[in-house]
């Protein structure tokens, strides 16, 4: 056993969403989700056995519930020493650039190869899913599906990064964080919102089309599914009772111009998450087009732009003498 390993793992964005959880334990999505995963925004995470469990995220000591949530569940099953973990992203966290999707993947891969597991992809990316839903699709690389197999929610690679190579394309309007985060917003979603039901029936339906799309590599029909996806989503987070509004003027902004580029022939299509940032997914042909409009925008702060990426993975250093 090493005892100390480090790990890294890129963030993934949904075009189908997950927004909402089954009642009870284990962290289960009420609905599947189908996302890529992006090579340009990396978190990497260094676990190693310690005096006493620490945990430093971007150069600063946190207490986080939710880490400290899934290590007791880990412990449940797991003969677990102190741990010491140091992660530190490329991109900022908590304005919904899916800090927690690339961090509990790499927490999860670091900690199977320090303490020695041998865990298998679908067992890391079910643990992975209870640290943080979203997580569980950054286990695996390319286009990712997580859906409910053989009773378990596991994510699986529906193609290789390198199979259909498409480009991602970030406005990043703000970099507060998000002022309700992810799981609270979840449940108030299903807690309150009429349209809680009509969402979840019609995501297995878009889940299906998608999954489709992608085989076919059909952009079309991806980017119809993929935008309808987000902005039913969006509609439920507003229809929440306190509503739950995302965006800024820049968002909108970005939406109105993503749109007319594909009104004029771009192949590109949009898609937002719990956050303002705005993500534009395109072929290699128009990724300079939709870079450009992106940064004419108002309120725009900073463009990114990435390939799609590998799952996580390990690099595993010797113990300190
Ligand atoms: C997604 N999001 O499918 C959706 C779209 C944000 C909007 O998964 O409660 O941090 O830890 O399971 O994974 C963000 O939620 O939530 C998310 P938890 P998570 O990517």
């Known amino acids: 056993m090493p005892d100390r390993a480090t790990a890294t793992a890129h963030p993934n964005i949904a075009l189908v969403k997950y927004w909402g959880k089954r009642p009870g334990p284990g962290n289960i999505p009420a609905t599947p989700s189908l996302s890529l995963t992006l090579d340009a925004l990396t978190t990497t995470t260094t676990v190693e056995v310690a005096d006493a469990d620490r ?37 900022p966290a908590g304005c919904g650039l899916a800090s927690s999707a690339s961090g509990f993947a790499a927490l999860v891969t670091a900690m199977d190869n320090a ?9 890391r990316s079910e643990w992975a899913r209870r640290g943080s839903g979203s997580a569980g699709r950054s286990i695996v690389g390319g286009f990712g599906m997580l859906s409910e197999r053989d009773g378990r929610w596991v994510a699986r690679e529906l193609l290789a990064a390198d199979a259909w190579p498409l480009r991602v394309v970030v406005g990043i ?42 085989l076919e590599r059909d952009f079309g029909r991806l ?46 299509f949009f ?20 870079r450009d409009a992106l940064e004419q925008v108002p309120g725009v702060d900073e463009v990114l732009v990435s390939g799609l990426g590998a799952g996580a993975s390990c690099t595993v250093s010797p113990a300190p003498a």
């Open 55 to 91: 945990f430093v995220l971007d150069g600063a000591p946190v207490a986080d519930p939710k880490i400290d949530a899934f290590l007791q569940a880990l412990r449940s099953e797991f003969d677990i020493p102190p741990l010491a973990a140091t992660s530190a992203s490329n991109f």
């Open 115 to 123: 303490l020695g597991w041998g865990l298998d992809r679908d067992a």
């Open 173 to 214: 309007t703000s970099r507060k964080r998000k002022a309700v985060g992810s799981t609270a917003g979840m449940e108030r979603s299903r807690m309150t919102s009429p349209f809680y039901g009509a969402w979840v029936r019609s995501t297995e339906e878009d889940f299906a089309d998608a999954e489709r799309a992608v």
């Open 223 to 268: 980017a119809r599914v993929a935008e309808s996806s987000c902005l039913k989503m969006h509609a439920l987070m507003l229809s929440s009772d306190p509503a739950l509004f995302y965006w800024n003027a820049a968002t909108v902004e970005c939406l109105h111009r993503i749109r007319m580029l594909r009104d004029a022939g771009a192949e590109v």
């Open 271 to 290: 898609t937002v998450d719990a956050g303002p940032q705005v993500k534009a997914v395109c072929t290699a042909d128009h990724e300079s087009a939709v």
